[in-house]
């Protein structure tokens, strides 16, 4: 039999999750032994009888072993078993509280052999089997930790146990085989924990909003395909956290079980680990101290014993005991008709569908085709509306919620996604749209490795539709946080907009919006009639670089250099509204040398004598004369640049993730990293430095100049709202634009020096307020709505 690897030495995976690899190990290797034992020295066992009776005693041991490490009973009942003359028959002694848990069970599966699957003394088992799995619990070089184990992450472990059965071969050998329950039972897939936690407080909190406040019954929840009861323990551990705080008692917790909790699965193996799982969930947060005043564990498993059968039924959740009346039941095999076990809802909770049915049905369906069997295909195509040959069997499962839940219940799956897409999702497609879709998580591209196939979260309301529903693609950062992801990708979708041959999820709202404002607005090259210049180089072919302290040295020495000394500016000197430069460039205009020295002497040994500090500085950096062919005198800019007339501008960084545009009077030039708008104009000042335009600049296509570069194609084609200055609208719209950029002005020049940090503090706030009362017009300027303008925040 294959097993599992053995536990890596790995600390990239959780302490946790390496303890449930090492239980789900040796749960493994213990089946076997126990099957052959018990297959070798009870030839009466059938194939059933065999696997039942394991299960009862695997199932036994792990419920001492919870018991005692998280100490809902005292000793060291585990080491007195493991040193029993009969470790078997100490089992069942110690355990016979359990057999409340299942009495029921055994009663629907009476096999025509007639063997017994009930634990007797009589069983045959070898002494020394039992010794192994107990000297393994003992030693002190366990690697798992009962007191530290998730009840969530045992039913997991479980979850895989379940999946493979015993089968006693002609020889009475025990073989483990993959478990083949039903004809309809599909197989399963575990989820990712976060994904499970999700998908049952969203649901509980759905259907908790859409109860009447004057609603006096509680909360009522099915998983009817609940396999070990994993959505189930979520379910109470939230309910119980939310109902009752930190603390609560047996009764309040058995309560929870008793009249919000219910669960189906047709097969009983998973419904007993179901129903002991929850068993100790019950017992579980409850002190050592208050234990041992209230009643010991076998008074706390014997009272909720009813209550778990009653809450955690065993049947084929899918199939009705009216097939017996069907056309297909004909075409059923006698073999099959055995193992079908039909479930019949109403009568198993009369009470909740006298109310009209569950508040939530939750539920990780089992997935993959309905088997191709003819009697099993005719059932199906009579008895569900989103029939399809090759339908998934998790459809199936949505269809039946339907049915189970009262008119305005809310139904929760994690499922897989292929009824969104093909044929045979079709007529399950059809039946959704017609109910209010609450959400749809797209769980393809999350970070879960564990499978191929893709999930996705499928939440709605059973009413008619009347609002769009939100829709997540989940990428890697969602496991980290899943509510909080959701909250930040999450897209609306119109169901109405849903394409019948198909459905295919992408957030349109960056498309359609960039349309929008496109339309409303003039190109930005129309605007300033092409006058928008990026990567000039300064417009000037050789540079003198200085900081500020040489610039004001050189002052110092010549006053008259002055004029010659120019603010240089780098992309990084930009901010919104704000120009920091610290970098200075010595330019001396072309034809100024002789437009001053009108001597036949020698223009340079005028220049020298004139500004003798400025020339020592050009000297040393140009290193030496530029060859006589060059026009006009080397110490002068050549003048061949966009911004050599340094007129007053707009400038921004060409490399950024965040665009930025602040105005200055022309006595700057701009190096490579920084581009200039040849305008003066406030009221586009402000408008270039509003959210919506930061919002266009950020989603226009990059291209290949790189995902951090402003293009000039994005700054030319910038939508600008053009006011009609005769229109008294815009005009009072344009006027108040100008107002707050005089005032921002303002207070950018009076926060670069700030006299003491109150005062930092206070005009960061105002210029807060003020930037907001900017993109608050600007939205008004182009139209926005309330949800376009708090998506473009967003």
Known sequence: MPRPEAVPDNSAVPNEERMGIALQYDLFAWREQLARSIARNNLALRSEGITTLVNQIIL????????????FQSGDLVQRLSASENRYRALISATGILDDLWSDLAQQTDHPSGANDHLTEDLAIENSVMEKIFLRLISPERPYDFARLSLELVADVLEVYLRRTVRRSATHQAEIVYEHTTAVAGGNRVPRPEMTEYLVRETIRQ????????????????????GPGRVLLIAFRYLVSSQFGSTSTSDERRAVVEDSLHGVDANRHAVTVARLLLALALCDSIPQTQTREHGDLAET?????????????????????????DESWAFCPARERHKLDPFAWVSAFPEIFTAGGFDAVICIPPMGPVDQKEWTQRYFQRHYAMFAPGAELSGYYVEQALFLLRAGGTLG?????????????SPLRSLLVKKQLEEIVDLRASGDTRDDDGLCILRLTKTPPVHPFPVTVAGPGFLSNPAKYVAAHHFPVNP???????????????EALIAKISETGTPLEVVVMGQVHTGTG???????????ETRKELILHDPRAKKFIVPLISGVDIGRYRITSRRFAIIIPKGWTDAHHRTSGSPWRWFKQRHASVARLLKKTSGETVPGNREGHWWESSETGDLHDRRPSIFFPVQSRDPAFASCDGRVIPDETAGAVRSTSLYLLGLMNSRLIAFFLQNFPRRSVGPDIISRDAILTLPIYTPDLDDPTDRTRHDRMVALIHRMN?????????????????LEREIQSIDSRINALVYELYGLTKEEADFVES
Do not use: Y
């Open 60 to 71: 036994r041991i792990l419920f001492l072993c919870f018991a005692e490490d998280r100490g």
């Open 207 to 226: 259907s908790t909003a859409n109860r009447s406040r004057k609603e006096i019954l509680p909360l009522r929840i099915v998983d009817p395909a609940c």
């Open 301 to 325: 498993i014997r009272d909720g014993a009813p209550s778990l059968r009653n809450a955690i039924r065993c049947g084929n959740p899918l199939i009705g005991p009216g097939i017996v009346h």
């Open 413 to 425: 799956h994690c499922m897989s996604d292929r009824f969104m897409r093909g044929r045979d999702g």
């Open 496 to 510: 109405a907009a849903l394409d019948a041959g198909g459905w295919s999820f992408r957030d349109t709202r960056v």
């Open 538 to 548: 300064a417009g000037i072919d050789r540079l003198a670089l200085i900081d500020e």
């Open 746 to 762: 303002d207070r950018q020049k009076k926060i670069l020096d700030p006299p003491t940090d109150a005062d930092l503090e206070r």
